[in-house]
Nanobody, 119 residues
Framework: QVQLVESGGGLVQAGGSLRLSCAASRSLFSINAMGWYRQAPGNQRELVARITKGGSTNYADFAKGRFTISRDIVKNTVYLQMNSLKPEDSAVYYC?????????????WGQGTQVTVSS
């Protein structure tokens, strides 16, 4: 199991920036992939960005050009830099870890961090 602790959410005006952090309880090289998801009230949880153990990244269309996922291997931490924020980016942002346990895939989630973008 991977324990994840998110931080960095808050209230920001439209056009502003935030950086979210997700600290993992073990080496990122031992985790298949790390991702950021978000869920707004009444909506399903959706992928924002993902980074694999090898460093490959992919983004949701709404995140391309505005958000950047990165990692610090020494700190076992994944970041989500969010720029040019819009009110529709308001949501709870969750970090997840895609792991393999006993040969089976397993996903662990953090507790989430609230991002609110005011217009």
């Amino acid at each position: 199991q991977v324990q994840l602790v998110e931080s960095g959410g808050g209230l920001v005006q439209a056009g502003g920036s935030l950086r979210l952090s997700c600290a993992a309880s073990r080496s990122l090289f031992s985790i298949n992939a790390m991702g950021w998801y978000r869920q707004a009230p009444g909506n399903q949880r959706e992928l924002v960005a993902r980074i694999t153990k090898g460093g490959s990244t992919n983004y949701a269309d709404f995140a391309k050009g505005r958000f950047t996922i990165s990692r610090d291997i020494v700190k076992n931490t994944v970041y989500l830099q969010m720029n040019s924020l819009k009110p529709e980016d308001s949501a709870v942002y969750y970090c997840n870890a895609e792991d393999t346990v006993g040969g089976s895939p397993k996903t662990d989630w953090g507790q989430g961090t609230q991002v609110t973008v005011s217009s």
